[in-house]
């Protein structure tokens, strides 16, 4: 107590050293013997040793006694401060005597010379010396607080070595002397007296007992308490016993040695702990700061242990935010896959039950807890500390990646699904930017018919970028051009332009694409795209050129007047010859603009298309077909149809002006080939077909009647084609028996009266004006063996080319009439018995003088007669001439 001071500052005069420390630790000597802790024994020392006093210290040491140990500070204290005057010494001392004999006494001296503990043999002192010495010791509870103040000052003069096993010298106390029953039973002297009653010390003097190694851990070694007096909020005791659900057997499976050391046995003094701060262990607080940090040192078994018991106690643990942070920040999760035993942090995996995180990364177990990890007890655990069990824009990302780096289409549908129906979680500018980069998006690649080079199939499926493709609904402008990237993974159109959608396509990916169907002739019949049909996919691209016609080059829209672009059945139509009316269908060559076009009559009325053709867009139709067809050859049955119709047109509308104008006027000929008109010849004379050479001569259609043909100024075959004798020295022959002779046929056609009824024959038919008579006044019929003609079709330079056909020269030839000598030839020998040659005769001299051979019967019967007089008797039989026309004539 405060009063032991002043008496142990007289003691420390006494010996001598004046330094206030208690009296025998500075006075060693040279050996270091017995001057020190005299040893008990029987010439010296009572039975009992009176107990261990060390000098100037009390139950409140803890105080500042720099005063109380210099003696010269005695005399300036005040009556207040002064020590009480000690008890009767002789009461004392028998106090003392009773002291000795208790067991519990004997006890603790037994304890304290084991562990060499300083003590004050009574031998040394008389009586008087001795009452001051045992001042206020002469209870248990006085003597326990000696004893505890006395280690006390041994650890604070020589520190931790006091406590150890060598490093202190002399001075160290002998701890290892003391078995584990003795520091029991150390312990229990120290706080107990013999009757099992916890002796009155104070807090202080607890506190001194914590600090000696007479606690036992759990792994059967003896501490001191460490410091367990934190009060700060997060901050952890040293030392804790066992407390309510935690059983030794269980924790011991799992708790590491340094932990063990750490946990006091519970001996059953529960207000002793409480007293010493040493707590009942919670599982939280265990898990928190006995096994989590050691857990990356712990054996795999440990590991699993505590995990099997923590999944077992999560209910009731996972409100420890403390703890559940904690948990996030260690490796305790066994990653899946092939690198088993590799330890991971929860938030490093992924949940295996996700849909998307499932399928994305079902080749990749690594990315979830290995399967003894995985079932849905251990599956709460891992989401309560951040095991990613939703997908945010990271984990989006990482998806991503992952689908890019395995080019797997499949995956990236199923992400793109996702994708699409989570879309409000990924709606972020810069994250649509960083998505927009990555090679993760499925498109189909059109590819018309097939196989391509590349070796890729028809709507083969491929990974691209965003930027890359076409969005559905505008894939009728670009499916040649870009992947179409399907409805189902298609992203909300307000992500488009942070993606890097374009949408619609620019103007230079549409008309590339349009070139793609022209060219190709849209495929109009092998239509395979899966899409829209034909007409859907134009109007499509129409709509997009008239909005953006203005942006459209010269160059550009000049083209596409030009080019063959509207669908017409299985054709494509330049729009020229495109017309918003026709009066007739004149297709395949001009075209009523169908009524789907009507949408886009701007555009098209810029392109070409006008209301209704002109007479020379008939004519530049006839020639642009013409350049169609080339060398193809003859015309198709609607082609044929429309080119008749054109002509017809164009004749009715006085086409022939274009060829008089200097215009190309293209017709058909009677082969189905077209040819500038100017190059055929009418066929007003099919009796010259037989034997005319059809590699040289072109001839007209026969269903161009004569008037068009005449309109269109297509010439006369029988003006052009000119018949002419083989050779000038023809051979005539004698009169034939049974025939007329030829001499008689001359002065026929040469008498006034042959003319006089020609003329009578003619008034009907406009007058004699219209005809020629006069060469029949010189006119000569000649019987010949032999008659050779040729065929020439007259020229421009005069010279003319014969058009005879092969073979159709020498003796072929029954008759003829030559313009040159004015004399009709008979091949007499070759006319059949039953033709007269009074019906050559009339035919030629018809030719000659213009009638039509609707006449040649009357006139074969006049030139027949052998007297001329007969003439008026046959005019009355034939009733022709001179009155009213001839019916036989007009027959």
Not at 555 to 579: H, Q
Not at 852 to 861: D, F, K, L, M
């Amino acid at each position: 107590d405060d009063d032991d001071d002043d008496d142990d500052d007289d003691d420390e005069d006494e010996d001598g050293n004046g330094d206030g420390s208690p009296p025998g630790l500075e006075d060693i000597d040279d050996e270091g013997d017995v001057a020190r802790f005299p040893p008990p024994g029987p010439a010296n020392i009572p039975p009992v040793p009176p107990p261990p006093v060390v000098s100037g210290t009390d139950d409140d040491d803890n105080d500042d006694d720099d005063n109380d140990n210099d003696i010269n500070n005695i005399e300036n204290l005040t009556p207040a401060d002064q020590p009480p005057e000690p008890p009767n010494q002789a009461l004392q001392i028998q106090a003392i005597e009773v002291l000795e004999q208790t067991v519990g006494l004997q006890r603790l001296t037994m304890y304290l010379e084991k562990l060499r503990a300083p003590m004050l043999d009574g031998a040394f002192f008389d009586i008087d010396d001795l009452a001051g010495l045992m001042y206020e010791v002469s209870t248990r509870a006085a003597v326990s607080k000696k004893v505890l103040e006395t280690l006390s000052v041994m650890e604070r003069r020589v520190g931790a070595s006091a406590f150890g096993a060598n490093g202190g010298g002399d001075l160290t106390l002998a701890w290892d002397e003391l078995e584990g029953s003795d520091r029991e039973g150390f312990l229990d002297v120290l706080v107990r007296d013999d009757a099992g009653t916890r002796l009155d010390l104070l807090s202080s003097d607890i506190s001194k007992l914590g600090l000696l190694p007479i606690w036992e851990t759990l792994s059967g070694t003896y501490v001191p308490l460490g410091n367990n007096n934190t009060a700060s909020p997060g901050s952890v005791n040293d030392n804790y016993t066992l407390g309510g659900d935690l059983k030794f057997e269980e924790v011991v499976e799992f708790l590491p040695e340094v932990a063990l050391a750490r946990l006091i046995k519970d001996k059953g003094d529960g207000a002793l702990m409480k007293d010493l701060n040493v707590l009942p262990l919670t599982e939280s607080i265990m898990i928190l700061h006995f096994v989590l940090p050691a857990f990356d040192v712990m054996p795999q078994a440990q590991k699993l242990s505590f995990l099997t018991r923590l999944k077992t106690k999560w209910e009731t643990l996972k409100d420890e935010e403390s703890l559940k942070s904690k948990m996030k920040a260690t490796k305790c999760v066994l990653r899946g896959g092939a690198d088993l035993g590799e330890w991971v942090l929860p938030s490093s995996l992924y949940d295996p039950t996700h849909t998307l995180l499932s399928v994305i990364y079902r080749d990749d177990r690594s990315r979830f807890p290995s399967e003894e990890m995985s079932s849905e007890g251990w599956l709460m655990v891992w989401r309560d500390l951040d095991m990613v069990k939703t997908v945010d824009r990271p984990t989006f990302m990482a998806c991503a990646r992952t689908v890019e780096s395995e080019r797997s289409v499949e995956k990236a549908a199923v992400l793109h699904s996702y994708f699409k129906e989570n879309f409000s979680d990924f709606y972020e500018p810069q994250f649509a930017r960083e998505l927009g980069k990555v090679t993760f998006v499925p498109a189909v690649q059109y590819h018309h018919g097939g196989p391509e080079a590349t070796g890729a199939a028809a709507g083969s499926v491929m990974l691209v970028k965003y930027e890359n493709v076409v969005v559905a609904k505008d894939a009728n402008l670009a499916f040649t051009q870009m992947p179409m990237l399907a409805e189902s993974a298609c992203p909300p159109q307000v992500m488009y332009s942070n993606l890097g959608i374009m949408s619609p396509p620019p103007i230079t990916v549409v008309l590339a694409h349009l070139r793609t169907l022209v060219d190709n002739g849209a495929w109009l019949n092998d239509w395979d795209f899966t899409g829209d049909g034909p007409i859907a996919v134009f109007s499509s691209i129409f709509k997009y050129l008239e909005d953006n016609y203005d942006k459209l080059s010269p160059r550009i829209k000049e083209a596409l007047s030009s080019t063959a672009l509207i669908p017409v059945g299985s054709s494509l139509i330049e729009p020229r010859r495109m017309f918003f009316r026709l009066s007739m269908n004149l297709q395949p060559l001009l075209f009523e603009l169908p009524r789907w076009c009507n949408g886009y009559a701007t555009l098209f009325e810029n392109t070409g298309v006008r209301e209704t053709p002109s007479d020379e867009d008939y004519r530049t139709c006839l020639v642009d077909m013409a350049e169609r067809v080339g060398d193809r050859g003859v015309l198709d049955p609607n082609e044929l149809a429309a080119v008749l119709k054109l002509m017809k047109l164009l004749g009715e509308a006085g086409g022939g002006r274009g060829a008089r104008q200097g215009g190309v006027v293209f017709g058909v000929d009677d082969r189905g080939l077209l040819i500038d008109v100017k190059g055929m010849l009418y066929n007003d004379a099919p009796w010259l077909l037989a034997r005319l050479n059809r590699s040289l001569v072109r001839l007209c259609h026969p269903r161009v009647t004569r008037e068009i043909a005449e309109r269109l100024k297509v010439r006369k075959m029988s003006e052009w084609i000119i018949e002419t004798l083989a050779k000038d020295d023809v051979q005539e022959i004698d009169e034939q028996p049974g025939r007329i002779p030829a001499t008689q046929f001359t002065g026929t056609v040469q008498s006034s009266e042959f003319e006089a009824v020609l003329r009578g024959m003619v008034l009907g038919e406009g007058g004699d004006t219209a005809f020629s008579f006069d060469s029949l006044r010189s006119m000569q019929v000649k019987y010949v063996g032999d008659l050779a003609t040729r065929l020439v079709l007259r020229t421009a330079g005069g010279r003319g080319k014969d058009v005879t056909a092969p073979g159709a020269r020498g003796g072929d030839t029954a008759h003829f009439y030559d313009r040159r000598s004015n004399a009709i030839f008979i091949a007499i020998n070759k006319l059949p018995e039953s033709l007269p040659a009074s019906l050559i005769v009339a035919m030629s001299v018809c030719d000659v003088v213009g009638l039509g051979r609707e006449h040649v019967s009357t006139i074969s019967a006049v030139v027949g007669v052998r007297d001329m007089a007969e003439v008026g008797r046959l005019k009355e039989v034939l009733r022709f001439g001179g009155g009213g026309g001839s019916e036989v004539g007009g027959a």
